[in-house]
């Protein structure tokens, strides 16, 4: 079993900046890709970003790239989202998930999630 935790979501105007971060604990193996997800209200979860564990590969949403960046950070067992230029339709409540095989892209493909974090942007 993997636990995941995320903090750093919050409150902040459109063309602002927040990090979110993920912190992962239990059992993790190396070939583990981490994730992160959206979803907004009446809308259905949707991919963000995601990255390999070990080999620091990374791929995006349209809709985010160029504005988001994934990162991890293996001695401290954390994946980072930063997120600039934030925009209104950036807000929803964002899921950290991890997977061990499967596609990137899709949420029924990863096994463990974290509780989610509010991001909120206003206009």
Do not use: H
């Amino acid at each position: 079993q993997a636990q995941l935790v995320e903090s750093g979501g919050g409150l902040v105007q459109a063309g602002g900046s927040l990090r979110l971060s993920c912190l992962a604990s239990g059992r993790r193996r190396s070939s583990y890709r981490m994730g992160w997800f959206r979803q907004a209200p009446g809308k259905e979860r949707e991919f963000v970003a995601a990255i390999t564990w070990s080999g620091g590969l990374t791929w995006y949403a349209d809709s985010v790239k160029g504005r988001f960046t994934i990162s991890r950070d293996n001695a401290k067992n954390t994946v980072f989202l930063q997120m600039n230029s934030l925009k209104s339709e950036d807000t929803a409540v964002y899921y950290c998930a991890a997977q061990d095989s499967g596609s990137y892209i899709r949420a029924l493909d990863y096994e463990y999630w974290g509780q989610g974090t509010q991001v909120t942007v206003s206009s």
